[in-house]
């Protein structure tokens, strides 16, 4: 099946490449200036839910970046559909993936709710934290269902290049999340002051709306509607071996990745909480200004997968550099910006004097790695596109092992200061882009089929 007068394959100019970049740029950068909202919110609090929502806050993404190796899978192959112009089959492969994704989702809640506690009583050296996190989790996980079925949506309006709609539905979750975030953490608009544990159901609310709001855009888009996605509701076993096969590697290579965060931030957690506050910043900032790099690595794994899908195989290779030119001149004005204004940066988060004297040496690493990001994660997501997730896998296993090595030796043996252990995401980067780097340039997936 083909639609009449349209093609879902893509160019390959600069053009078509921002056109799909800059609105992932924005879905990815509203949840999180969600975040950073949150973090401001709560800071105003005291330092200690500043520094537990580190903890709480890399805990759920464990959880969602589970969703999101689920996403990348499926969006790779519904770009290979899209390039083969094969229709039918993203509506097929769709459904399925939104049926792995509400398993999926039961099972991360029952973990939740009675495995995590043990967990995080026992890392964590301060009672009242640990008791703090747990509850704060039992109510944030109850969105996790919401939040898959999100990313889903990503998977699709990536894959058929139809990428515009994401702003829609995370401009509707920014402006829930910002009201619901100042009504009930601190008790305006006639709702109740929850503290900490308001932020939790802030954040779900507006992940409900912004689905609502996707789902409304799935239902009246002509191009969406045409791939039939509701008619597609039974159960297909090779469609789901075929979404497993390809997304389980980089679910579990997401997973152990930020694993190894999670485990970072505990032995942060045991030089104190400023310490902990400070590590949850650069959290922040790291992610919002990476949005853009993560957004060019979505790109790159749909038009690697498309360009393939048309048998433009000779033309992946230009592709990746272009992206690279883009992806790595944002972070370079990003590093420039967050160098020459770091109290700027710091000082939204309300901490004194203290806290940005301590933060300042961290943020420069901290930046310095978003420079080797801005590749690294190019050349990744290019192998992702061309269907070898098991290469991701090892290259992603690999990374962490040194990472932890290194992470435990800096702060737990050796108890130098939390600016060495941030250097960590240097080894991290540079570890994940040389294999990759090394692979598509061998030529190895050229052969690949998926």
């Not at 969006?75 to 290979?80: K, T, V, Y």
């Not at 229709?87 to 709710?113: C, E, H, K, N």
């Not at 967990?119 to 039992?138: G, K, T, V, W, Y």
């Amino acid at each position: 099946m083909s639609l009449p007068g349209s093609s879902l394959q893509v160019q390959l100019s600069g053009r078509q490449i921002l056109a799909i970049a800059f609105p992932i740029a924005l879905s990815i950068l509203v949840p999180q200036f969600n975040f950073i909202i949150n973090n401001i919110f709560l800071g105003v609090l005291g330092q200690r839910e500043l520094a537990v929502a580190g903890i709480t806050g890399v805990y759920y993404l464990i959880f969602a970046v589970l969703g999101q190796g689920l996403n990348n899978g499926l969006q790779a192959l519904i770009s290979r559909r899209a390039g083969e112009n094969k229709l039918d089959d993203i509506g097929v492969l769709f459904a399925q993936g939104v049926r792995i994704s509400i398993l999926l989702s039961i099972v991360g809640i029952l973990i939740t709710w009675f495995v995590a506690p043990v967990i995080i009583r026992a890392a964590l050296s301060d009672p009242e934290s640990a008791n703090m996190a747990i509850r704060f989790l039992h109510i944030r996980i109850l969105g996790l269902p919401f939040l898959y079925l999100y990313q889903m949506r990503n998977a699709l309006l990536v894959g058929i290049n139809q990428s515009k709609f994401l702003i829609i539905g995370t401009s509707t979750e920014a402006v829930v999340n910002i009201v619901l975030d100042y009504g009930l953490i601190y008790g305006h608009f006639g709702l109740p002051a929850m503290g900490f544990n308001g932020a939790a159901i802030a954040s779900i609310v507006s992940e409900v709306a912004g689905l609502l709001v996707i789902f409304l855009i799935i239902t009246k888009n002509s191009v969406i509607r045409s791939l039939q996605l509701f008619k597609h509701t039974k159960f297909h076993l090779t469609n789901t071996k075929l979404i497993l096969r390809q997304s389980s590697p980089l679910m579990l290579q997401f997973a152990i990745s930020i694993i190894s965060w999670e485990f970072f931030y505990i032995l942060i957690e045991h030089d104190g909480t400023l310490a902990l506050a400070v590590s949850n910043t650069m959290r922040n900032l790291f992610g919002f200004f990476g949005c853009f790099t993560w957004a060019f690595a979505a790109t790159t794994n749909s038009m690697v997968s498309n360009v393939i899908g048309q048998g433009l195989i000779e033309e992946v290779m230009p592709l990746i550099k272009r992206i690279i030119f883009f992806s790595l001149g944002m972070s370079i004005i990003v590093f420039c910006l967050l160098n020459l204004f770091p109290t700027a940066f710091l000082s939204i988060y309300g901490q004194g004097p203290e806290f940005i004297a301590a933060a300042i040496p961290v943020l420069r690493v901290v930046s310095a790695a978003m420079l080797l990001m801005s590749v690294g994660v190019v050349w990744m997501n290019a192998v992702t596109g061309t269907g070898n997730s098991n290469m991701n896998l090892i290259t992603e296993s690999t990374a962490i092992v040194l990472y932890c090595v290194y992470t435990y030796l800096v702060l737990e043996v050796w108890n130098l200061p939390i600016t060495v252990g941030w250097a960590s995401e240097w080894l991290y980067w540079m570890t994940l882009f040389l294999p990759s780097y090394w692979y598509m340039r061998s030529g190895r997936w050229k052969q690949r089929k998926i």
